[in-house]
């Protein structure tokens, strides 16, 4: 792995195609590093220049006075390799190209992107971009960006008085996205380490720096936004090692729309990926998504005021003085799936002594203009954390005004002891800056959205339920189940679509047994199969040449054993008349599944996260509303439990309309199997279909009436082209 | 009616209550009058003052030096009734109560709160609140509030250069959020007109001041906080005055969670209502809803820019220099349901000749910096509004620097000529104050959050809409079907749950005969019936004491017209074992339906807003995911068709697993019927279920396979109080 270190801290730098003209970005880079106070030595290097903004300019970097540590590449396309190539002969350890024109810009551009990264990796370089908008060092004071977040007039790079003691570090696919992050965040004091935008990243990945990051042990927060992740297994090794340290990585998916990853491909050559997949490993992998630039930041300032004491649960008490926006934020903690539970009689017999009758207690506490005037902000919060009921405070204040807050101070300082449950502040009306500073000194994250505070105490509250999830165990088991061998081969010798019959024996191998049934070769086998069975049964024509069965006719249900000879020569008349060519395997006798939720259970394969199960409400008309949920696999029960509850029609499992409870925990048990068959055999099957699989009362299991494999065929090399 | 001029435009004014106590509210209410240049007469009065606040004091309202045109009262609840007495009695016309302690208190303050409103009716006075956080007329100064967000150090209550030329008022039953969106959107440069907060509305109600203000003709657009409608009439009558006459109404509605509905009940003694009920008399009236704050602020400034071009469709071009940047405007473009299409060829080609190849014309258009730094953003945003597959364009832009945009401005300034189309602008990083007069100055409104500045195209497209779909016709139908009276005598003789016999004889009056079948009561009177319809038919026993007929047996299905008689005994025999007392009516032959699409369809009653039409996916798995939309009634075809279409699994009507597109004609047409069936026994039915109704294929209609009618027996007379 190339040192980052030189990249990033660099003590002396060569900024290649350096100019004077500060209209031009080649100027604005070099016009940006030196009017922070960087102590590092910069080299501008120019062929035509001898000075470059009163710097004596070199004509290349291998006659610079030193090795520089770290060479910035603002020249055009076309130069950049053979520039590289010069920068690595000379010892340089670290560069950043800026230029565009590589593989966002077609096949030609493709190729020499592909040279930056042979480059990179012959001299061991740690190489940023091409494509990237530069980065900033904020404790080094090093900001090599044409950004105009870093313009010296936009303002100081780090608050007088930050929020907390932590630090935030952004990195960035998006250039102008990632300043934007560090600019929006400006008025809430946060102190930011790093912001790196990665372009193209030819070499120098996202994850790559979050995982430099967290050895260098100083960020506390990340905030990425992210049009890809180019490297999976690098992504989750990162993610899981970001979690166990308690570093929460927060995300903002660029292209999750049509037209936005439409826009993504053309852009910087990426495939966007399904957006569910995303969020399934995201979800997996404990990273936080957010929807909007400013849900980022909102986010950051939580983690930043009360990442020491994370949300046990979701229940939340609000304290306000203002019965209306009392109500809107219970509406907004509503809307993030928080609860705002009545609260308990103590509490609120505590609570009621303090305010007159036209207030309540029950929550949101409407503690009244008169009660917050009398005692302040502080004194109910107190009394509201109290409450065994509630996990988190959120205070709604008006901060227009500082002057109450001020008075309020000391008792809001001692509350932070007093409590470990975190108390969050929303100000309906815009906060004065003096009662920003007074809120963050006392180490209360402000907010200005209501929405935005909910999303944020949800976010952090889901966050320590990741972190509890994991503490104890890995991600992802990685042990192969002991049928894999047998599984394989019988993969490897079967045809592309696997019949029900066939898909079945080797489920079965793995332990999804739900439903196997006997093949009959003959009217005769057919029924004593259904005598033994001893109730109705269903006929299935088995061959790889009928996939849609019932449509040929070569499916009989509800047939009574007694029929079965009749049934068995129809449904096979029926296939033969239809497909006269079809090679039939036999015909499958399965007894009838009795009643009970139908669900779909699946494996579907994504580009780029591999094998991921999926599950979702069956029935013909529940399909058009998409009820589905995806999961990376391997999967444990807990897990599959969990995802089970994630279905936004969860409900059908429980006590419904006359229905006993369902058995789900036989159906986290298929999952679970289902996960690991998928995981191990990730290379050759792209589909695995259970539809539907019928979940019966708790005690009575499932059943799976029809089974699909489809095994995987085409070996992706690597990434799409934008040219695909 | 009262008067409401009275109140905001007073020529004299009495403050009942003043105080020269600065740290309490009576004395901060005078302060904040004092401290604008209202130009009217201010009257302290004061039973112990002499003098406040430098102002001569009178010690009651009926000794001024003239009868004040308006009166303040802020004094203890328990005095208000008589005080505002004595106001009445010295001819004042209008008076406002800020004091708590009234409805949302309990019984005795309820009953206060009803003294005032008879004395407000007494002597024609225009009375608002109680529990009221005061208002501000900004033209005329007068800020009669102790709201912080119009003390005179929060800032100029008019923008130095407003955008635009119209004004927003705003109207809160909140006062802390009233203001507060006045306070909030002080940095967007927006023209006030009113800001009035209505408290308890004893007497004078949110849209009494929208009418009013209608009639003002001098608001453009209003922002209501609603936490409840108190006269649906009115409400009506006036959003639909409003929507003629093309005044957008934004609304947030306060409450719409559980715990905010509960907050609501208890804080002003509403009872909140329903939120899917609220919504879909929004959606009729045109309505609309804005879920934060802070986008109640963007659609003003969006309607405020662009109010006389509304974008004609849903589609949408975005131009910007920074790709990522551009991906995630589209991302928020899809998440507020607009549609972001490849443009056209000739645009693309007109586009192309201007940017590098590493840009792309496709849409969002990346310009690239390179590109939009030589021809500026105005050029690309022209060529885009030429495509006649796009409504509106949204133009990112990065404000934080305004030289470039200064250079720009001419070109933006003609822009605005040259196209009808609206153009909306996002800045991904903070802009600074320059970019904002600029951009303001040339008409085009800033939005700093992409997804707030989507949804402001969306909500302007849906108004357009709205407009267009009410132009030409009442929004209510009023003339009773001539089934009416019969169908009223019926029901008035009937018991209270009807069979569904009696119920589909009921609807079939109407016209809704999806199935109406046959009573028999004999075997042999079953048996002709099923042989007349000569296919498999269902048996269902007609009881008014037998309401879940399947669970008793009650039910036959799928009987050949050969075993009717059997059938016949055998649900009879089974419905007298299990219901002895039973009054039997007879048994109900039908033809058995064809498969299809199973839908909900029925009518239930909303507390506030009546009967509502409510159209949901049927079958057993569909209900647990409540894919159910509401209207109100009656109902055209063409809005029930609309309906159909906002369910989120639609396209179950469509082509679908095999089947034909479903009859939604047949469908709409039963909705319509039912719709006006409900809207003519609005005070006689509580509910009316068909369920399941299975829709065919186009062309062979519906069936309703169930009915159920259940009488309104309990008359409620006005609003539930917080103690109920």
Redesign the interface.
């Known amino acids: 792995m190339p040192d980052i270190g030189k990249l990033l801290w660099p003590q002396s730098v060569a900024v290649v195609g350096a100019s004077s003209d500060v209209q031009g ?1 080649r100027g604005r880079i070099l016009q940006t590093i030196l009017s922070h106070p960087f102590a590092g030595r910069v080299y501008p290097v120019s062929r035509s220049a001898t000075e470059v903004q009163g710097l004596k300019a070199y004509p290349s970097v291998d006659i610079l006075p030193e090795p520089a540590d770290f060479a910035i590449l603002i020249i055009p396309a076309r130069y950049v390799p053979t520039e590289l190539e010069h920068c690595g002969r000379a010892g340089i350890k670290a560069a950043m190209i800026l230029s ?3 593989a ?3 096949e030609a ?1 493709a190729l020499m992107q592909d040279e930056i990264s042979i480059i990179a990796r012959r001299y061991d370089m740690a190489v940023s971009g091409p ?1 990237s908008e530069g980065f900033a060092n904020i404790p080094a004071a090093f900001c090599p960006t044409f950004s ?2 870093l ?1 010296k007039n ?1 303002g100081p790079i780090k608050p007088a008085r930050a929020l907390g003691a932590g630090h935030v570090s952004v990195i ?9 992050v560090f ?2 965040a ?2 809430r004091n946060l102190a930011f380490r790093h912001i790196v935008t990665t372009g193209n990243e030819a070499a120098l990945e996202a994850f790559d720096f979050v995982d430099y990051m967290l050895d260098e042990g100083m960020t506390d927060v990340f905030l990425l ?1 992210l ?1 890809e992740v180019k490297s999976p297994e690098k992504f989750k090794r990162v993610a899981e090692k970001a979690l166990r340290v308690g570093k929460p990585i927060i995300v ?1 998916k ?7 990853a ?3 491909a ?3 050559a990426a495939l966007a990926g399904s957006e569910a997949s995303y969020r399934a490993v995201f979800d997996r992998y404990g990273l936080i998504e957010a ?4 849900d980022m930041i909102d986010f950051a300032v939580g983690f930043l005021a009360c990442g020491n004491r994370m949300p046990a649960g979701k229940r939340i008490g609000i304290c306000t ?8 934020m ?2 907004a ?3 993030a799936g928080l ?4 609260l308990d009689d103590a509490t609120r017999k505590s609570i009621d002594v303090h305010i ?3 207030g ?1 207690s ?3 506490v ?1 503690c ?2 008169q009660g917050v005037h009398k005692l302040g902000y502080a004194t109910f919060a107190h009394l509201v954390a109290q409450s065994p009921l509630i996990d988190g405070i959120v205070v709604v204040v ?1 901060a ?2 500082s002057a109450f807050l001020e008075i309020d101070l000391p008792k809001l300082e001692n509350l932070q002891h007093d409590t470990r449950k975190p108390i969050y502040m929303w100000t ?3 906060p004065s800056d003096r009662s920003v500073e007074i809120l963050n000194a006392a180490g209360y994250p402000l907010f ?4 935005g505070c909910a999303r944020t105490v949800r976010a952090m509250s889901d966050y320590r339920a990741s972190q509890e999830r994991t503490s104890s165990k890995p991600l992802a088991a990685c042990r192969a189940h002991p049928a894999y061998e047998k599984v394989h081969a019988a993969l490897k010798a079967s045809v592309t679509v696997l019949s029900e019959y066939h898909a079945r024996s080797l489920l079965d191998a793995y332990g999804i047994d739900g439903n196997v049934g006997t093949l009959a070769g003959s009217a005769a086998e057919a029924e004593v199969a259904a005598s033994i069975i001893g109730r109705p049964v269903a006929l299935k024509v088995q061959s790889i040449d009928i996939l849609h069965k019932t ?1 040929v006719g070569a499916v009989a249900l509800n047939v009574a054993p007694e029929d079965t000879r009749a049934a068995y020569e129809r449904v096979l008349e029926s296939a033969n008349r239809f497909v006269p060519t079809a090679d039939i395997q036999g015909v499958l006798v399965q007894p009838m599944a009795p009643a009970g ?2 669900v779909i259970v699946g494996v579907s394969r994504d580009e780029c996260w591999g094998p991921l199960l999926m599950l979702g ?11 589905v949920v995806l999961a990376p696999v391997p999967l444990d029960h807990e897990a599959a439990l969990a995802l089970i509850h994630r279905l ?5 499992f429980g006590r ?3 229905m006993p409870p369902a058995d789900t925990g036989a159906l986290a048990d298929l999952m679970v199997k289902l996960s690991q068959f998928a995981f191990d055999h990730a290379d050759d099957v792209t589909e695995v279909d259970l539809n539907p699989v019928i979940v019966h009362a708790k005690g009575d299991g499932i059943t799976v009436v029809d089974a699909l494999i489809v095994k995987r065929t085409v070996q992706r090399a690597g990434h799409r082209t934008a040219a695909e």
Not at 172 to 180: D, V
Not at 254 to 260: A, C, N, T
Not at 448 to 451: D, N, R
Request: proline content about 6%; hydrophobic content about 30%; overall charge negative.
């Open positions: 970005l565009s024109g590589f966002e810009e077609g551009g494509n105009p977040a313009d936009a960035s696919q998006s250039g102008g996205l990632g300043f934007a600019d929006r400006r008025p936004l049009e903002g660029i292209g999750r729309s049509e037209p936005g439409r826009a993504v053309s852009h910087t929807k909007e630039l400013d003085a203002s019965g209306g926006a009392g109500v809107w219970a509406d903690c509503a809307a609860e705002v539970p009545v007159p009758s036209y309540t029950q929550n949101p409407d009244t203009a008006t227009r005004r309906y009306t815009l200005t959205s209501a929405f449509e939720r139908e409400l069956g029935g013909v008309m529940v399909e058009a509303v998409r009820d936004k029609g969860s409900a059908v419904y309309r006359g």
